[in-house]
Structures are given as structure tokens and as C-alpha cells.
């Protein structure tokens, strides 16, 4: 039996690939990830490998690198976005957030753990399965998105094109804290909008108060949506008010409100049935109070996803997880990834799996270990060269 070949890359390679993708500035709302595809495509796609540019607009675009296999359809797809959120006040960090300073192991910047780690790993096992000079048995594609970090343009353009209508299993490259993530929450964003009375607020009972009527709805839907089932790994559904305002003045009544409320769900909860509740409960308010009038509507809806423990898939994963030191034990992510945009039109086995610590995202003075970005690396080469060459 021909031995496999395995492989690791050195903290230098990670180094040089990672600085190289923090350096270029892809922060939201701009994106930019345009600039970082071009410069993918110049100077870290191996030869023997097609690339398909996405454009979204002038500056943002995603890209798909594919190495071609035996037989034209199935395969593995891991994907990756480019986009990072923003760097807030630049005094907070330690080091210029896309300097891509590096202390011993570790890189600091933006993106550097959410999620340009994932991406470099992707890049450097894209190089060296290329260099094998085999050919897989199925194709194998390194996907690149935009706009992960908001309304996930990127990985909607790839799935409405059919891109990876074949594809058999998908590696979501997100940092998973040297685990491998086999679930991850859902995410519905409901805004809500209420319309009272005003009055003098010496006189409350001539007014209708929008905003004591906006904090009934929402008890009374946090109530619902967290007594719901809980979950073995990610435990409980959660609803949240992140955005309220109301009033113009400390003596008037509020006769008008707005809120929005973060709900993230659990596997099995069905986010339509969450949002009948919504309706359901402002139409008892309004039954209540006839001078109310309240509107619910949905900003995003991206359900809760999950790949059985006992799939292939997952055993295949776990076992070479194991041979190269990152831990099998059961994890789940809070957030929500361009799986969750994939999956639920193509339900395929998928696993959460990527350098880093998740807790590091978004964070100031982001950083990330190379020496994850090499595991990592080391675990999709070793994966591929496995089960696919």
C-alpha cells in the first residue's frame, strides 16, 4: 500500500502567507475583498489550479480556485470569507491593526483569528496538494467569499450559481478554538415598531405609552424562545433586545417606538414558527390595547445547522483531527457562518473547523497562533491526501 504523504508547514510559511492576507484591508462596510482576491490570484494560486473571480461590485468580489478531479463531480469544498468587520477606535490596539505584528507565535491584527488564519491554511494546503503532482479522485474546491460579515453576498452568489452543486462535504474554515464544530446556532433578527399616544407625563393615562408596550412584547416573546428545548452541545435559544429607541423628551408620553431584538436558536427550532409567535403576541397586545399598533418584521433569518456525530464524515474528520493534536471533543458555535446560507438548500455533512480561537473575533488586539494556522493546515492536507488523492 502506498504510504501517504503528510504534511506540516513551518510557522515561517504561515507567517508569510497571514501577514500577507492582514495587511490588505478588507474591514466592513466597504469590504474591498476585491483587492485581497487579486492578489490571491497573483501570487498564491499553484499552478494546475482554475480560478473563478465572483464580482459583486468595483471593489468587492469572492473567488473560486478548484483543482480538478478523476471524475468531474462531488468532492470537497472549503470555504473561507475575507471580509473582517471594523477596527473600532484604532488608540484601543496594542499594534496598527493591519501592521500584522507578530510576538513569538503570535500575529496580531484584524482578521487575523475571523477569519484570515482560516483563509491562510486554505492557501498553504491549496499549495501543497497542488505540488503533489496527483490528481484527486474528486475535484477539490477552495472557496473565498465577500460579505461574510454581513448579508453574505459571496456565498449566495456561489450557491445561486450552482458553483458546488456536486459537492459531497464542506469544511466551514471559521477558528473553532482547536476543536472541530459539528453545529452552530441560528440567528433571526426581528425589528419591531410601535405606535401610541403621546401625552403630558403628568397625565400618562391620556397617552399610550409605545415604549412600555415595545418591553411587554418582548418579556413576553424572551419567554417564549428561551423555554424552548435546549440543546446537548449549544445548549439554550437566546433573545435579546440590541437596539430601542423611543421618546423626544423626559415630560412627553413616547407615542412611538423601535427595537430590535437578536434571537439565536438551536438546532430543531424553526425560526417561521418564532416569528408566528412574534405576530401573535403584538396582535394579543393590540386586542388589549386597542390605540396600539405594532409591526413585526425580519432583518435576517439564518437557521440553526447541525451534522450528526455518527455521519462518516465527522468520524473521518475527527479521526485525522486526532492524528495531528487538535482535540475531538464535542463543539458547537454560537455565530452563525457562510454554512448557514449553504446548507440548508444543499443539506450536506459540514464541520466548523479552522485556527484560532473563536472568542478572538471581533475583538481589539485580535490575534491569532501560527502555530494553529499550521495544525490546521496540516489537518485539511492530511484530510484530502487521505480521502481524496
Same mark, same amino acid.
Given at each position: 500500500m502506498e504510504e501517504k504523504v503528510k504534511y506540516k508547514p513551518t510557522i515561517e510559511e504561515c507567517r508569510e502567507v497571514l501577514q500577507s492576507l492582514?495587511? /490588505?484591508?478588507?474591514?466592513?462596510? #466597504?469590504?474591498? @475583498? &476585491?483587492? +485581497? !482576491?487579486?492578489?490571491?490570484?497573483?501570487?498564491?494560486?499553484?499552478?494546475?489550479?482554475?480560478?473563478?473571480r465572483i464580482g459583486h461590485s468595483l471593489q468587492r468580489a469572492s473567488l /473560486?480556485?478548484?483543482?480538478?478531479? #478523476?471524475?468531474? @463531480? &462531488?468532492? +470537497? !469544498?472549503?470555504?473561507?470569507?475575507?471580509?473582517?468587520?471594523?477596527?473600532?477606535?484604532?488608540?484601543?490596539w496594542a499594534y496598527p491593526p493591519h501592521q500584522a505584528?507578530?510576538?513569538?507565535?503570535?500575529?496580531?491584527g484584524r482578521g487575523s483569528a475571523d477569519m484570515k488564519g482560516g483563509v491562510a491554511a486554505m492557501l498553504l494546503t491549496a499549495r501543497k496538494?497542488?505540488?503533489?503532482?496527483?490528481?484527486?479522485?474528486?475535484?477539490?474546491?477552495?472557496?473565498?467569499?465577500?460579505?461574510?460579515?454581513?448579508?453574505?453576498?459571496?456565498?449566495?452568489?456561489?450557491?445561486?450559481?450552482?458553483?458546488?452543486?456536486?459537492?459531497?462535504?464542506?469544511?466551514?474554515?471559521?477558528?473553532?478554538?482547536?476543536?472541530?464544530?459539528?453545529?452552530?446556532?441560528?440567528?433571526?433578527?426581528?425589528?419591531?415598531?410601535?405606535?401610541?399616544?403621546?401625552?403630558?407625563?403628568?397625565?400618562?393615562e391620556l397617552g399610550v405609552n409605545a415604549i412600555e408596550h415595545g418591553i411587554d412584547f418582548a418579556n413576553r416573546l424572551k419567554k417564549v424562545v428561551e423555554g424552548k428545548k435546549s440543546?446537548?452541545?449549544?445548549?439554550?435559544?437566546?433573545?435579546?433586545?440590541t437596539r430601542f429607541q423611543g421618546g423626544i423628551m423626559t415630560n412627553i408620553i413616547p407615542s412611538e417606538a423601535k427595537m430590535e431584538l437578536d434571537i439565536r436558536t438551536v438546532p430543531g427550532v424553526l425560526h417561521d414558527e418564532i416569528i408566528r409567535m412574534a405576530k401573535e403576541i403584538c396582535r394579543g397586545i393590540m386586542e388589549q390595547h386597542p390605540a396600539v399598533h405594532m409591526e413585526v418584521n425580519v432583518l435576517n433569518n439564518r437557521p440553526a445547522l447541525e451534522t450528526p456525530q455518527d455521519s462518516p464524515f465527522v468520524e473521518r474528520i475527527m479521526k485525522a483531527a486526532e492524528n495531528v493534536g487538535i482535540s475531538t471533543a464535542q463543539k458547537g458555535l454560537y455565530f452563525y457562518t457562510d454554512a448557514s446560507q449553504m446548507i440548508p438548500e444543499r443539506p450536506i455533512p459540514f464541520v466548523i473547523a479552522g485556527p484560532g480561537d473563536d472568542a478572538m473575533a471581533h475583538c481589539v488586539n485580535e490575534h491569532i497562533s501560527l502555530s494553529s494556522v499550521s495544525r490546521y493546515t496540516e489537518l485539511y492536507t492530511n484530510y484530502i491526501m487521505e480521502h481524496y488523492m
Open positions: 492582514v495587511k /490588505i484591508n478588507t474591514c466592513q462596510p #466597504e469590504g474591498n @475583498e &476585491g483587492k +485581497l !482576491a487579486d492578489m490571491i490570484i497573483e501570487k498564491m494560486i499553484p499552478e494546475g489550479m482554475t480560478c473563478r /473560486i480556485v478548484k483543482m480538478e478531479g #478523476e471524475k468531474a @463531480e &462531488g468532492g +470537497l !469544498a472549503l470555504i473561507g470569507h475575507m471580509d473582517t468587520v471594523a477596527c473600532g477606535e484604532l488608540d484601543n505584528e507578530v510576538k513569538g507565535d503570535i500575529l496580531y496538494i497542488a505540488g503533489s503532482g496527483k490528481k484527486p479522485r474528486r475535484p477539490v474546491y477552495f472557496c473565498f467569499t465577500a460579505d461574510e460579515e454581513s448579508k453574505g453576498i459571496g456565498i449566495r452568489a456561489i450557491v445561486e450559481e450552482k458553483y458546488l452543486e456536486t459537492v459531497e462535504e464542506v469544511i466551514i474554515c471559521e477558528p473553532s478554538d482547536e476543536k472541530i464544530g459539528i453545529c452552530e446556532k441560528g440567528a433571526l433578527w426581528l425589528a419591531v415598531t410601535i405606535h401610541g399616544r403621546a401625552s403630558h407625563a403628568s397625565r400618562p440543546h446537548f452541545i449549544l445548549g439554550h435559544n437566546t433573545a435579546s433586545i
